[in-house]
């Protein structure tokens, strides 16, 4: 792209795809969402994981992400965080009540969709290998002459959102819509809720575990 400092801009848009649609934390994360509370809770999540997105390359970019590949202690607690983040919303999800949890969508839908969108920002901010990955991943297509520049790097990131942003909405509306049709039965939703709290939980240990 002519003076972005941004070369070989098509490549990165095929390669950002493969990452993006492969299967991994973000996209669990999704179908999750979409399946077991419908479409707008994976909307509002595909917005959050995004916004985390954008605040990883921003910290990428001013070189705060430098200190999680140098320290250790710094990488060991984002990611117990992370984990702590995901099990906890397993958790929840196992204990839910189904009927009660209609009450509160009906009675407080500003408050769901917030959490929707929290919970999608938390879930990739305290996910330290999306800041390994992009400080390893956007360099390759910077022109050396613009690496100090933080401009190519959060371009990067606007577009790398924006592609996740499509990929992520595509999934929450064919997973919303296998969802509609079970949803009504208060019974396939509780037992939905528990398959969708124990893959939190396993999420979350995945992270807990992980190396860089």
Known sequence: ????????????????????????????????????????????????????????TFFAAVGLSWVLAQSAMAFMIVKYLGAAYLIYLG????????????????????????????????????????????????????APSAVEDKMPFLLLGVVYAGI?????????????????KIQGNSTVKKWMNKGAGVVFILMGLKVAFSKK
């Open 1 to 56: 792209m002519m003076n972005t400092g941004i070369v070989h801009f098509e490549a990165f848009i095929i390669t950002a795809f493969l990452f993006i649609a492969s299967p991994g934390i973000d996209t669990m994360f999704i179908i999750n969402k979409s399946l077991t509370q419908g479409k707008i809770a994976g909307v509002f999540s595909t917005f959050g994981i995004n916004v985390g997105v954008f605040i990883h």
């Open 91 to 142: 958790i929840k999800s196992i204990l839910a009540k189904g009927e009660e949890d209609d009450n509160v969508a009906l009675s407080n839908v500003e408050m769901k969709r917030r959490k929707h969108f929290t919970s999608g920002i938390m879930t990739t901010l305290f996910n330290p290998k999306v800041a390994l990955f992009f400080l390893s991943f956007f360099p390759q297509f910077i």
């Open 164 to 180: 996740a942003i499509l990929w992520f909405l595509l999934l929450t509306f064919l997973a919303s819509t296998f969802s509609s």
